[in-house]
């Protein structure tokens, strides 16, 4: 057992129904007690979707834990196969279904004779993977589970597309800034023209999987998302994928030319020099930043950067190397990828912190007191505690990181949102420095506290403590209604009986 | 009962079950802010932590008295000793936060896998010294606010059965409170017995925000009537006695387990009344409170409708407009009872669970309430299957959904307005003083399209819902 006030990274499932949900027209059935839903809350509610999740639950309730789930999945599968005719139904097991050990496999099988869509068991086991490993191997569960089916049927495409082209691997629903980044990534590959073959899962449909041989090449984004599945295509197909992340000028630059690399060796003959010149001196303003006398005064300013491991390391390597910012220590909660991560980034900062423990992380930054930090929500709050500024960067994200306007943090236009979030994370600690330093704009208090001195009316001790349980930003309010409604009715005291009786009359 | 009264009955159905609510362990969330010296520890998976985690939004960063015991591999297969799991887990506890009580909650998974902790918690209490509550509040028995009652029927076994003798001690306090206040609290004790009538020790359960507990406290001082305690208290150390024959009442709906607790173990006698929601509920209460004690209430005729007077505007906002239940909190009979008595139409009830003893007067008063307001009686569905409440939402096309957070963004998309159920837990809704603030949130969206209204923006998605 292990005492946890709070995680990173979620439960297996979660990872299992953001990919289901990222395809169009699959449905996930979880098999789970009533509750285990709550995925179609934070989907509705995060990324604002107008569209009902497809996720339903299979209950698992008493009945199903005193006889077994019997008719019920198989039933509960064919019904929504029925009811809304989906390409795929992904049966998901939780960890509630992982200690009863039914035979899920079996109900697949068994409802698979009946359903007209393909059905299927995600194979994922709650108490080994967490919800970036589960997304990763579903993903690559669905891919192949289409290629195979492909195959049998004969119906796999022969060769490669005239024109290079690219299978852009793992944007996802509730993924951070996926949706942005993917716009970014179609806009970039169109810049150096070539043609986007497949785009999965995010909005794909599973139909199009077989299609995926014909790419040139798979670009996998995100380091956690979707290498498994561009393994699966390179040893099957022998399709070259590349996993560098565009994230910052450098990285970005180092992407195109491995892009580069990659097709001319299947007879492409592109040369993206020109094009990562001109985009790094004139379109993208990240480089004449690091010049500007704004980055200058950054020179040397602590900062320290936790995340997933995509995001954290990129990060570090655009404060290190690309604005001279010290960074005293880079972590990730991607313990099971530590590796890969320690290797990106011991150049570039003084340690390498790899933990899932908030509370280690929280006591790491009150350690080093850095002038900025850039982290998930959970950091952002240690900074708000400690009075530094932080960046939001990778997830666990609230619902102010799905942005409606256009924040992608890769390719070019990445380059310029992610300046804007370093720069104003500084120099807003900067300000507040400054504004303390010279005592504030306003001396003044707003409100008055307590009783006032000239108020003819005593508020009783109850009424008083009444008054303190009302919110502090209308309490200045009530109490002026309060005062006034007694004054009019001639009442000498303020008691809690007075001051519930003017809410009712006035609705102070 | 005659032939002819028969259509005129509610109509109780029950379908699959297939809904969507909360996990019941959410009520940690209100319960730790309502026990100040509590501990909530939650045993369970990831699955339940990342449920709590973002629940409870911005709440989870506040230093909450709440923590997961995450179950790993080694405790599903019994490698790990539970008893010497939860004691490592529950000392820390103790060192970091020296809480008056340590409150377990029971998961899904404690019970497949029969962790005993019914069992464990006795010895374990004696062993570390701080009293340790079970509650086992799980997704396979219980739905959202049912948490909330199977920790105060816990609680209740660990009221004290007999007011300390401690009338001396309790002078004592009174002395220094005397001396804090130079002699004024004097006066106000002498003159608050001889306003209340003699009557037998009553006792209120439910959890309510403190403010809302004065409010009824205070109403119920206008009848003469004193509440001995309020189950729970604002700390543990402060739970209400409760002697053999006391009274007991129940402010909401969902508390049947603490009812049926409170009557056989504690051998309470409870008062069966509508629940204190909206003005009509808060004076069918007070008055059946009154019925028992013998007393005639005063003042209650005119109190009712001066608030009615003030809610006028909110209510002709949805006079005549109709409003359908999906069902996820057990506050829905009461919540519409009071809309039809605004002028609503009630299309359908959604309820996780109904218990049709402890809602007897409040089923009563609905029925009661749709006969004087020529309403429809509306149907109520127990364990409610979502996607069949939608195909009828879409057949039926009411004015208002009061739903989960699921599904209203998508039927706002729809053009179809919703409210978000989970508002009415967390809001203060109980008593004459809060019916506007109910009202407040039932308007909201009405209010909002009036605002709205030309833009022609209903409907914002491409095909007709698939769903």
Redesign the interface.
């Known amino acids: ?7 990173y990274a ?2 297996a ?2 990872g299992t129904l953001r990919i289901a949900t990222s395809f169009k027209n699959v449905h996930a059935i979880m098999h ?7 995925f ?3 989907r ?2 995060l990324s ?7 996720v ?2 299979s ?4 009945n199903v ?1 005193a006889r077994g789930s019997q008719e019920k999945v198989v039933d ?1 599968i064919i019904r929504k196969d029925a ?2 005719h989906p390409d795929l139904i992904v049966l998901t097991p ?3 279904s992982s ?2 050990q039914e035979d899920l496999h079996n109900f697949v099988e068994r409802s698979q004779l009946e359903a007209k869509g393909d059905v299927m068991l995600a194979d994922v086991n ?3 993977y ?1 919800e970036l490993q589960a997304a990763d191997r579903t993903l690559d569960q669905i891919v192949q589970y289409y290629i195979e089916k492909a195959r049998r049927r004969g119906e796999l495409p022969e060769g490669k597309t005239e024109k290079p082209s690219v299978n852009i691997i793992g944007t996802t629903t509730l993924g951070f800034h996926n949706n942005h980044d993917c716009t970014e990534l179609k806009r970039l590959m169109a810049d150096l023209g070539i043609e986007i073959n497949t785009l999965i899962p995010e909005g794909a449909s599973v139909n199009d999987l077989k299609k995926m041989p014909k790419a040139w090449f798979n670009l996998v984004p995100y380091r956690e998302l979707g290498l498994t599945t561009a393994r699966y295509l390179e040893e099957q197909f022998g399709t070259p994928y590349v996993d560098i992340t565009p994230m910052g000028v450098v990285e970005t630059a180092r992407c195109i030319r491995k892009i580069q690399q990659v097709i001319n060796a299947q007879g492409a003959e592109v040369d993206y020099e020109n094009f990562i010149n001109e985009q790094t001196l004139y379109v993208s303003q990240a480089a004449w930043f690091s010049r500007s006398i704004d980055c200058q005064n950054l020179t040397g300013k602590k900062a320290v950067v936790f995340g997933d491991n995509t995001h954290a390391a990129a990060i570090t390597k655009i404060l290190a190397r690309e604005m001279g910012i010290h960074v005293v220590w880079a972590g990730t909660y991607c313990k099971y990828d530590a590796d890969w991560f320690r290797e990106q980034v011991s150049e570039y900062c003084d340690e390498v912190l790899i933990s899932e423990d908030h509370g280690e992380i929280g006591d790491a930054i009150a350690r080093v007191e850095p002038s900025a930090i850039f982290g998930t929500q ?1 950091e952002r ?1 240690v900074g ?1 505690r400690l009075d530094i500024p932080c960046g939001v960067i990778a997830a ?1 994200i ?1 619902v102010q990181n799905f942005p409606i306007g256009y924040k992608p943090f890769m390719g070019y236009e990445g380059t310029n949102q992610i300046t804007d979030l370093i720069y104003n994370s500084f120099t807003l600690g900067m300000e507040d420095h400054l504004l303390e330093i010279f005592g504030g704009h306003d001396t003044k208090e707003v409100i008055t506290r307590g009783i006032s001195a000239d108020s003819d009316l005593n508020w009783t ?2 009424g008083q403590a ?1 008054l303190n ?2 919110p502090g930003f209308v309490r200045g309010k009530v109490k002026r209604n309060t005062e006034k409604f007694a004054r009019d009715r001639g009442f000498k005291e303020i008691n ?2 007075v001051l ?1 009786a003017a ?3 006035v ?1 102070a | 009962m005659t032939v002819a009264q028969q259509p005129e009955a509610l109509n109780f159905e029950c379908e699959t079950g297939n809904y969507h609510t909360f996990c019941p362990i959410s009520c940690v969330a209100w319960l730790y802010q309502k026990i100040e010296d509590s501990f909530f520890l939650v045993i369970g998976t990831k699955t339940c932590g990342y449920f709590l985690q973002n629940a409870m939004g911005v709440m989870i960063f506040a230093e909450p008295r709440y923590a997961m015991a995450e179950l790993e591999e080694g405790d599903i297969s019994a490698q790990l000793n539970d008893y010497e799991e939860l004691k490592r887990l529950c000392l820390q506890i103790k060192r970091d936060r020296n809480p008056s009580v340590i409150v377990w909650i029971g998961t899904c998974t404690t019970e497949i896998i029969k962790t005993d902790l019914e069992g464990l918690a006795p010895k374990l209490e004696s062993e570390i010294g701080i009293p340790i509550v079970v509650a086992r509040a799980n997704g396979l028995d219980y739905a959202f606010t049912q948490g909330e009652d199977t920790v105060l029927a816990a609680m209740a076994n660990r009221c004290p059965d007999k007011a300390p003798v401690a009338e001396t001690e309790k002078n004592e306090r009174n002395a220094i409170a005397k001396l804090l206040n130079f002699g004024k609290k004097k006066e106000d004790v002498a003159q608050d017995e001889s306003e209340y009538v003699n009557h037998t020790p009553l006792v209120l359960f439910g959890s309510l925000p403190d403010p809302v507990v004065t409010q009824l406290t205070l109403e119920l001082k206008k009848q003469g009537i004193k509440v001995s305690g309020w189950l729970p208290a604002k700390r543990f150390t402060e739970l209400p006695v409760l002697e053999e024959g006391y009274y007991v009442a129940g402010v909401n709906p969902f508390l049947s387990r603490t009812a049926t607790t409170l009557m056989r173990r504690r051998k309470c006698k409870l008062i069966g009344a509508p629940f204190p929601i909206g003005p009509d509920g808060t004076r069918a209460w007070i008055e059946k409170i009154c019925s028992v004690f013998g007393i005639t209430p005063k003042g209650l005729d005119e109190r009712e409708a001066q608030i009615w007077a003030g809610l006028e505007d909110y209510v002709k906002l949805i006079r005549g407009k109709s409003v359908f239940f999906m069902g996820d909190n057990l506050l829905e009979v009461s919540q519409a009872r009071f809309l039809i008595r605004c002028g609503m139409t009630v299309h359908e009830i959604g309820i996780p669970y109904m218990d049709k003893r402890y809602q007897a007067a409040e089923l009563a008063l609905l029925e009661k309430t749709c006969q004087e307001m020529n309403s429809p009686l509306p149907r109520i569905v127990e364990k409610p299957d979502n996607y069949n409440q939608l195909q009828r939402i879409y057949a039926l096309k009411p004015d208002l959904v009061i739903t989960g957070m699921a599904h209203a963004n998508p039927l706002e998309a729809r053009g179809i307005n919703t409210k978000w159920s989970v508002e009415f837990t967390f809001a203060q809704i109980h008593g004459f003083t809060n019916a506007r603030d109910m009202l407040e949130l039932v308007t909201r969206p009405l209010r909002r399209n009036n605002n709205l209204k030309d833009l022609g923006w209903d409907k914002l998605v491409r095909e007709e819902a698939k769903i």
């Open positions: 057992m292990k005492l946890a006030y709070w995680m979620g439960p499932h979660i789970a007690p009533i509750g285990d839903d709550y179609n809350v934070m509705s509610m604002r979707e107008r569209d009902f999740t497809p339903t639950t209950v698992v309730d008493r834990l509960n009811e809304e939780t960890c509630t200690i009863l709650h108490y080994r967490n959970m709050h708000k666990p609230h001790k109850d009444e349980k009302i809690a009986e519930y809410k009712e009359s609705g």
